[in-house]
């Protein structure tokens, strides 16, 4: 079965205790992309990588890092969590980007992250 | 940047309703606008797209929504709601330029009654 897939589903940390989010997607995408979303606000975008090797930041990147070692995971790290980044993350996968009428997004069913 | 503007925070509909769900978004040229749908607890899924040509699209779920230059919308409509439409809805608008960026709006939360 197609998916993306994220690792744990719920966290619960303390400050600055790093922790890393794990994302897999088994379609051979070569686009990837971090979101967190928070009430009121929306979903807001992380980072998001193109290829191997490539990342870039998206919207709220600050405190936050990824890789792209290997085309199937996109990790997302937090080095020093706070609590301001307590949300629920989403990571998501597309063919070959958004710019692309057939390559969709899929998104993973989300990593309710809570750092007290 | 572009932003988009989703004014309603919760609407409530009667089961057999109509339902329109607006969002107006701010960017300087045409961009890809989308719409998506989250169930309580899982991810988001893909409902309807606009990338060009007919202004209005069709969707899964017998949505539809109609881009309308003029007035920077793109309003997702359904001519007759089901109770399991309740969910969270959101637009978001990708950037012509920078192709891979993706901003949401903040969400309609729809209520159906029966």
């Known amino acids: 079965e197609a998916q993306v897939t994220q690792n744990p589903r719920y966290l619960i940390t303390v400050t600055g205790k790093k922790l890393t989010v794990t994302c897999s997607q088994n379609?051979?995408?070569?686009?990837m992309s971090w979101y967190r979303q928070d009430p009121g606000l929306g979903l807001r975008q992380i980072y998001y990588?193109?290829?191997?090797?490539?990342?870039d930041k998206g919207d709220v990147p600050e405190g936050y890092k990824v890789s792209r070692k290997e085309k199937r995971n996109f990790p997302l790290i937090l080095e020093s969590p706070s609590p301001n980044q307590t949300s629920l993350y989403f990571c998501?996968?597309?063919?070959?980007?958004?710019?692309?009428?057939?390559?969709?997004?899929?998104f993973g069913n989300g990593t309710r992250l809570t750092v007290t | 940047a572009q932003s988009v503007t989703q004014p309603d925070i919760h609407i409530t509909v009667s089961e057999g309703a109509s339902l329109e769900l607006r969002c107006n978004y701010s960017?300087?040229?045409?961009?890809?606008l989308f719409w998506y749908v989250q169930s309580p607890g899982q991810g988001l899924q893909l409902l309807l797209k606009?990338?060009?040509?007919?202004?209005l699209v069709q969707g899964i779920k017998g949505f539809e929504a109609e881009f309308k230059r003029s007035q920077s919308s793109f309003n997702l409509r359904k001519p007759s709601v089901h109770w399991s439409d309740a969910a969270e809805y959101f637009c978001?608008?990708?950037?012509?330029?920078?192709?891979?960026?993706?901003?949401f709006g903040a969400g309609t939360i729809l209520r159906v009654k029966s």
């Open positions: 998501a996968s597309s063919l070959n980007g958004l710019s692309s009428y057939n390559s969709p997004l899929h």
């Open positions: 379609m051979n995408h070569e686009y």
């Open positions: 990588s193109m290829n191997v090797e490539v990342t």
């Open positions: 960017y300087g040229a045409t961009p890809y």
């Open positions: 606009y990338f060009s040509g007919d202004t």
């Open positions: 978001a608008v990708g950037d012509r330029e920078y192709g891979n960026k993706l901003v």
